[in-house]
Protein backbone atom coordinates (compact mmCIF):
# COMPACT_ATOMS: atom_id res chain seq x y z
CA UNK A 1 0.00 0.00 0.00
CA UNK A 2 1.69 3.14 -1.07
CA UNK A 3 0.92 6.39 1.39
CA UNK A 4 0.47 9.79 -0.48
CA UNK A 5 1.44 13.17 2.28
CA UNK A 6 0.58 16.39 0.58
CA UNK A 7 2.37 19.74 2.08
CA UNK A 8 3.01 23.54 1.39
CA UNK A 9 -0.94 24.97 1.61
CA UNK A 10 -2.08 28.21 2.98
CA UNK A 11 -3.16 31.10 2.59
CA UNK A 12 -1.67 33.46 0.04
CA UNK A 13 -2.89 36.86 -1.98
CA UNK A 14 -4.23 37.28 -5.05
CA UNK A 15 -1.14 37.01 -7.18
CA UNK A 16 1.43 35.64 -5.14
CA UNK A 17 2.79 31.82 -5.62
CA UNK A 18 3.02 28.34 -3.92
CA UNK A 19 4.70 25.11 -4.32
CA UNK A 20 2.97 22.11 -3.28
CA UNK A 21 4.25 18.64 -2.40
CA UNK A 22 3.28 15.38 -2.12
CA UNK A 23 5.62 12.47 -0.99
CA UNK A 24 4.98 8.81 -2.12
CA UNK A 25 5.91 6.10 0.08
CA UNK A 26 7.04 3.87 -3.34
CA UNK A 27 10.10 2.34 -3.68
CA UNK A 28 10.18 2.61 -7.48
CA UNK A 29 8.30 5.98 -8.21
CA UNK A 30 10.01 6.40 -11.32
CA UNK A 31 6.89 4.26 -12.83
CA UNK A 32 4.34 5.95 -11.19
CA UNK A 33 1.30 8.71 -12.86
CA UNK A 34 0.47 11.48 -10.46
CA UNK A 35 -1.85 14.08 -10.31
CA UNK A 36 -3.45 16.94 -8.53
CA UNK A 37 -6.77 17.20 -7.73
CA UNK A 38 -8.97 20.03 -6.17
CA UNK A 39 -12.21 20.77 -4.38
CA UNK A 40 -13.82 23.62 -3.45
CA UNK A 41 -16.78 24.04 -0.70
CA UNK A 42 -19.88 23.03 -3.05
CA UNK A 43 -18.34 21.95 -6.13
CA UNK A 44 -17.21 18.56 -7.14
CA UNK A 45 -13.26 17.60 -7.12
CA UNK A 46 -11.94 18.58 -10.44
CA UNK A 47 -8.54 17.72 -12.37
CA UNK A 48 -6.05 20.50 -12.03
CA UNK A 49 -2.91 18.16 -13.54
CA UNK A 50 -1.16 15.35 -14.53
CA UNK A 51 2.48 13.94 -15.00
CA UNK A 52 2.83 10.45 -16.57
CA UNK A 53 5.72 8.84 -18.26
CA UNK A 54 5.64 10.27 -21.65
CA UNK A 55 3.61 13.75 -20.82
CA UNK A 56 1.92 16.42 -18.41
CA UNK A 57 -1.21 17.89 -18.90
CA UNK A 58 -3.29 20.76 -17.46
CA UNK A 59 -6.55 21.90 -17.08
CA UNK A 60 -7.34 24.92 -19.01
CA UNK A 61 -8.52 27.20 -15.80
CA UNK A 62 -4.21 26.77 -14.87
CA UNK A 63 -2.65 26.07 -17.81
CA UNK A 64 0.71 28.34 -17.77
CA UNK A 65 0.21 29.54 -14.23
CA UNK A 66 0.48 25.70 -12.70
CA UNK A 67 3.66 23.83 -13.05
CA UNK A 68 3.71 20.13 -12.21
CA UNK A 69 6.90 18.04 -11.62
CA UNK A 70 8.36 15.11 -10.24
CA UNK A 71 11.47 13.66 -8.23
CA UNK A 72 11.87 10.12 -8.76
CA UNK A 73 14.57 10.12 -6.35
CA UNK A 74 12.45 11.60 -3.68
CA UNK A 75 9.82 10.12 -4.60
CA UNK A 76 7.85 13.62 -4.21
CA UNK A 77 5.62 15.21 -6.81
CA UNK A 78 5.20 19.02 -6.93
CA UNK A 79 2.28 21.51 -7.67
CA UNK A 80 3.94 25.29 -8.37
CA UNK A 81 1.28 27.45 -8.52
CA UNK A 82 1.78 31.22 -9.76
CA UNK A 83 -0.90 34.30 -10.29
CA UNK A 84 -2.87 33.10 -8.09
CA UNK A 85 -6.77 33.54 -8.40
CA UNK A 86 -9.18 33.54 -5.36
CA UNK A 87 -11.16 30.71 -7.83
CA UNK A 88 -8.00 28.60 -6.72
CA UNK A 89 -9.53 28.59 -3.85
CA UNK A 90 -10.24 24.35 -2.28
CA UNK A 91 -8.19 21.90 -0.70
CA UNK A 92 -5.84 19.94 -3.15
CA UNK A 93 -5.37 16.37 -3.54
CA UNK A 94 -2.55 14.35 -4.33
CA UNK A 95 -3.12 11.35 -6.30
CA UNK A 96 -1.05 8.66 -7.77
CA UNK A 97 -0.67 5.18 -9.69
CA UNK A 98 1.55 2.72 -10.70
CA UNK A 99 0.56 2.77 -14.25
CA UNK A 100 3.45 4.56 -15.77
CA UNK A 101 1.41 5.78 -18.91
CA UNK A 102 -2.39 6.36 -17.95
CA UNK A 103 -5.08 6.20 -20.61
CA UNK A 104 -7.26 8.96 -18.86
CA UNK A 105 -4.86 10.77 -16.56
CA UNK A 106 -7.69 13.73 -16.14
CA UNK A 107 -10.05 11.11 -14.68
CA UNK A 108 -9.99 10.82 -10.81
CA UNK A 109 -11.31 7.14 -10.90
CA UNK A 110 -7.98 5.70 -12.60
CA UNK A 111 -5.42 6.86 -9.34
CA UNK A 112 -5.43 3.83 -7.01
CA UNK A 113 -3.49 6.19 -4.45
CA UNK A 114 -4.92 9.21 -2.48
CA UNK A 115 -3.51 11.67 -0.21
CA UNK A 116 -5.61 13.75 2.76
CA UNK A 117 -5.45 16.82 1.15
CA UNK A 118 -4.42 20.16 1.75
CA UNK A 119 -6.06 23.83 1.99
CA UNK A 120 -5.38 26.90 -0.39
CA UNK A 121 -6.79 29.64 0.30
CA UNK A 122 -6.16 32.80 -1.81
CA UNK A 123 -7.33 35.82 -0.74
CA UNK A 124 -8.80 38.95 -2.82
Known amino acids: QVQLAESGGGLVQAGGSLRLSCVASARSFTWFSAGWFRQAPGKEREFVAAITWSSTHYADSVKGRFTISKDNAKSTVYLQMNSLKSEDTAVYYC???????????????????WGQGTQVTVSS
Open 95 to 113: AADETPILASPRDDHVYKY
